[in-house]
């Protein structure tokens, strides 16, 4: 009895060595949830993602934003760890106005601004008078005028980087050039002639971009309007971020993407500008 007993102490030893290394290791694979903020047109493009993550013990919850006003601040109140909805310039307009310190970790995809119509199929029909608008936010708007500066309808001043309204130079039409809250744009179609209207937005609303009236030029001027992954400072060398970023620039994201925007965003992590 006594040698048996003995047998089984030496049994133990042997396994506590062994029980202590199998616990440390499913510590190692504990589960990581990151909260990621997005725009709902985007949510066909993170659920690949999300399952592909999900295999390496990344959960990645998605919080929808309906407009342009929440996600930087969730994010800079830590409610969310990450975003996925805004370009350089905005980002750095919000940092600049909100003293925050956000910064972008990696390109997604460049989605050029349209004009759109429900009255109208040619910017040559825009008529003296006309409203049109445009989104209010500042780099938005800008882009919008600049927009408008290429289809021909207006000129803007050429020193100003982000113009607005107020740096209009020349518009012949005497165009009501109406500044609205991005998300509204395409509602205001009822009204006004015509509007330039975001990609996710359009998306939503379900407007055809083939038969948008005009399109914004896609070359190096472009560089600042492709969208990034944005995080707090603080946190931009988190590991699980650059996890997150290898599963996000693949070909199968290329995919979602022309898939949810038929083609008309475009992948941006290895774009080449002329």
């Known amino acids: 009895m006594k040698k048996s007993f003995k047998h089984i102490s030496w049994l133990l030893l042997l396994l506590i060595p062994l029980l202590i290394v199998a616990g440390c290791g499913k510590s190692a694979s504990k589960n990581t949830t990151v909260k990621v903020g997005i725009m709902g047109s985007d949510e066909k493009i993170w659920k690949p993602i999300q399952k592909k993550l999900a295999k390496e013990n990344i959960t990645i919850k998605l919080t929808t934003f309906t407009d342009y006003n929440q996600p930087n601040s969730a994010l800079s109140n830590h409610e969310i760890d990450m975003n996925s909805f805004?370009?350089?310039?905005?980002?750095?307009?919000?940092?600049?106005?909100?003293?925050?310190?956000?910064?972008?970790?990696?390109?997604?995809?460049?989605?050029?601004?349209?004009?759109?119509?429900?009255?109208?199929?040619?910017?040559?029909?825009?008529?003296?008078?006309?409203?049109?608008?445009?989104?209010?936010?500042?780099?938005?708007?800008?882009?919008?005028?600049?927009?408008?500066?290429?289809?021909?309808?207006?000129?803007?001043?050429?020193?100003?980087?982000?113009?607005?309204?107020?740096?209009?130079?020349?518009?012949?039409?005497?165009?009501?050039?109406?500044?609205?809250?991005?998300?509204?744009?395409?509602?205001?179609?009822?009204?006004?002639?015509?509007?330039?209207?975001?990609?996710?937005?359009?998306?939503?609303?379900?407007?055809?971009?083939?038969?948008?009236?005009?399109?914004?030029?896609?070359?190096?001027?472009?560089?600042?309007?492709?969208?990034?992954?944005?995080?707090?400072?603080?946190?931009?060398?988190?590991?699980?971020?650059?996890?997150?970023?290898?599963?996000?620039q693949t070909e199968s994201t290329k995919k979602e993407i022309q898939k949810a925007y038929d083609g008309l965003s475009i992948p941006a992590w290895n774009l080449k500008l002329k």
């Open 86 to 248: 805004q370009h350089t310039y905005f980002l750095d307009a919000w940092n600049k106005a909100h003293k925050s310190n956000l910064v972008g970790i990696a390109n997604t995809y460049l989605a050029p601004l349209r004009l759109y119509s429900k009255k109208i199929t040619k910017v040559s029909q825009i008529k003296k008078g006309d409203q049109i608008t445009i989104p209010n936010d500042a780099t938005n708007e800008g882009r919008a005028l600049h927009l408008l500066e290429s289809a021909g309808l207006i000129k803007v001043d050429p020193k100003v980087t982000l113009p607005t309204p107020k740096n209009i130079t020349q518009n012949k039409l005497n165009l009501k050039i109406t500044p609205l809250d991005a998300a509204q744009t395409p509602r205001s179609l009822s009204d006004a002639t015509a509007a330039v209207i975001n990609n996710e937005f359009a998306a939503g609303a379900k407007l055809d971009a083939k038969k948008a009236l005009f399109q914004e030029k896609v070359n190096k001027a472009s560089k600042p309007y492709i969208n990034i992954l944005a995080v707090n400072k603080s946190d931009k060398n988190k590991a699980v971020f650059k996890k997150i970023i290898k599963a996000y």
